[in-house]
């Protein structure tokens, strides 16, 4: 059975940083694509990050590059989203996202919030 | 503003059938597949609808997606009370080269 379990999350000033993690379990990490998806309070859902397999093919949603970075340890089987200059607007919960066999993401983790506020 | 469009809500009776639609771009949904997310009250959300029109392992043939030029559809017939959810298409978009949601539609069965 795949598990994603995500954690990390907590109050954070503005300004500050985080990082959460995915640890990934009951299928081959090192097969699939992962993603980090969000989702503000009272809000709909917004993709945030993805990374090939390997780790080489990364994309950013504009509203966060240049301030998270996402990377996995195909290792230790977990994934991670590097968070800097927090804003307000960041304030969500981030789940990540097993990829399928194709565009989609066919398994979540179960999220972790984080707050960023003064 | 979403890339995406979708009607905000939708409601049917027990055991009507309910439709919901997708408006998108040559970028995103003519180019490639459309998926459906289903996020009950309070959990993560769960893939229901993958590659336009194909429903993971356990999920009910209740439920069904099509899609057409720059516009997609998920149908719920003989609709339950546990269908009540948040209903979310989705596709990778290659000009802005990420994934977009649309904004998400809750039906409700009355």
């Known amino acids: 059975e795949v598990q994603l379990v995500d954690s990390g999350g907590g109050l954070v000033q503005p300004g500050g940083s985080l990082r959460l993690s995915c640890a990934a379990s009951g299928f081959t990490f090192t097969t699939y694509a992962m993603s980090w998806v969000r989702q503000a309070p009272g809000e709909g859902l917004e993709w945030v990050s993805a990374?090939?397999?390997?780790?080489?093919?990364?994309y950013y949603a504009d509203s966060v590059k240049g301030r998270f970075t996402i990377s996995r340890d195909n290792s230790k089987n977990t994934l991670y989203l590097q968070m800097h200059s927090l804003r307000a607007e960041d304030t969500a919960i981030y789940y990540c996202?097993?990829?399928?066999?194709?565009?989609?993401?066919?398994?979540w983790g179960q999220g972790t919030l984080v707050t960023v506020s003064s | 503003q979403s890339v995406l469009t979708q009607p905000p809500s939708a409601s049917g009776t027990p055991g009507q059938r309910v439709t919901i639609s997708c408006s998108g771009s040559s970028s995103n949904i003519v180019s490639n597949s459309l998926n459906w997310y289903q996020q009950l009250p309070g959990t993560a959300p769960k893939l229901l609808i993958y590659?336009?029109?194909q429903r993971p392992s356990g999920v009910p043939d209740r439920f069904s997606g099509s899609k057409s030029g720059t516009s997609a559809s998920l149908a719920i017939s003989g609709l339950q009370s546990e269908d009540e959810a948040d209903y979310y298409c989705s596709a990778w978009d290659d000009s802005l080269d990420g994934y977009v949601f649309g904004p998400g539609t809750k039906v409700t069965v009355l």
């Open positions: 990374i090939s397999p390997g780790g080489v093919s990364i």
């Open positions: 590659s336009n029109n």
């Open positions: 996202a097993k990829h399928g066999m194709g565009k989609h993401f066919d398994n």
